[in-house]
């Protein structure tokens, strides 16, 4: 008799369980259970010094929410996928956040991989915010409604770069080289064109290399002869570390300026001394902000050193996202939406909000140089 009311039992909670997970849609109730929060990007491979401080902002934040009672109720779980920034890679893990139950990503980290992942996110009504996705069309083309960035675009990258080297550097011919990727070969069309709009300024050279090659002494050659005296480079820093050396082992007396997909420590350590002088856009530092001295403090004494590239932003990324989904007092899509875009949320890039196109209001880019082994801002 006992064992047959234990099997009752287990029945009606089984059945119950059916029920919950038919009307919400997901195997749990929309209003019970962990909140699961994809964390999307380069995990591994050459360019994971830009994924794994997504991944620990990601991490502390949450631990944090956690550890103060969760968000509405309920604690936030983290689904982590690698992509290594390739595109088809990208989509498979766009697929697997999306069957774990995530109701919103934290990610991508490079352009091509997001632009890769968005549409399958987007069918499913999920919505994304990247801490370092920069091309410009994935906010202005109005195709992904679902995203969202703390990081501005590289429209006003190219922008910057062109304006500090030709009127504060005063430099006059230019070589603009990029990788053909998404987010190099965009950002150096745009650096081309506004170089190309500017009196006394002349773009000698614009052309591409392949990624992931050895040797650039094909493109090196064309530099030389292209007689630029600048070279304003689009993509990433494995090749930018492999052409600036081979640049100055040329002995070109030109000046290396690229992008916040190069002002990473990583360029540094790889190009050694070489690196020196080198200029890079990248986000604005703002770690005099109280909360983003918080975060680093907090990142030193559960990893044991310093945050790397695009951390700030991605723990803005993740605060942004907690505010949005307490605000709306849901994991509703278009109330996460909604909240997005509703107000400012204090971060550690500041006070942000999000514009209609998913592009974050109070954040920008500043001019870096390499002195004596360490990126030092310069504007």
Do not use: W
């Not at 082992?249 to 420590?265: E, R, W």
């Amino acid at each position: 008799m006992k064992r047959s009311m234990k099997v009752s039992a287990a029945i009606i909670i089984v059945l119950f369980a059916a029920a919950v997970a038919f009307a919400g849609g997901k195997g749990e109730s929309a209003e019970s259970g962990p909140i699961k929060i994809g964390v999307a990007g380069a995990h591994t491979g050459d360019l994971a010094s830009y994924g794994i401080p997504t991944v620990k902002a990601a991490e502390l934040v949450t631990e944090a929410v956690n550890g103060a009672g969760g968000v509405l109720g309920r604690q936030i779980e983290l689904v982590v996928e690698d992509d290594q920034c390739k595109e088809d890679q990208a989509a498979n893990a766009a697929t697997k956040l999306l069957g774990e139950g995530v109701v919103a990503v934290i990610g991508h980290i490079c352009s091509g991989a997001t632009e890769a992942a968005l549409p399958i996110y987007l069918d499913s009504k999920v919505v994304v915010i990247s801490p370092s996705a920069t091309n410009p069309p994935l906010t202005q083309s109005g195709n992904y409604p679902n995203f969202f960035r703390t990081i501005a675009p590289d429209d006003a990258q190219a922008q910057l770069q062109v304006r500090y080297a030709v009127d504060k550097l005063g430099l006059k011919k230019f070589a603009v080289i990029h990788d053909k990727g998404t987010y190099g070969q965009g950002l150096a069309q745009f650096a081309r064109d506004y170089l190309s709009a500017e009196a006394g300024v002349e773009v000698v050279l614009f052309e591409g290399i392949t990624a992931g090659a050895v040797d650039y002494s094909a493109i090196v050659n064309k530099i030389e002869a292209s007689g630029a005296d600048a070279v304003v480079y689009g993509g990433y820093h494995p090749e930018a570390s492999k052409l600036v050396t081979q640049i100055k082992d040329a002995k070109l007396d030109v000046t290396f300026i690229s992008d916040d997909g190069v002002k990473d420590d990583t360029f540094i350590q790889v190009a050694k001394e070489y690196s020196e002088g080198v200029y890079a856009s990248g986000p604005i530092d703002t770690s005099s902000n109280a909360i983003a001295q918080k975060a680093i403090a907090d990142h030193r004494a559960k990893y044991g050193e310093d945050p790397g590239p695009f951390f700030l932003n991605a723990y803005a990324a993740a605060q942004a996202l907690v505010n949005a989904i307490e605000k709306a007092g849901s994991t509703d899509y278009d109330a996460i939406k909604a909240a997005l875009t509703g107000g400012y949320v204090a971060t550690s890039l500041g006070d942000i909000s999000f514009d209609k196109n998913g592009d974050a209001i109070g954040v920008g880019f500043s001019m870096f140089q390499v002195r004596n082994g360490v990126y030092v801002a310069v504007e």
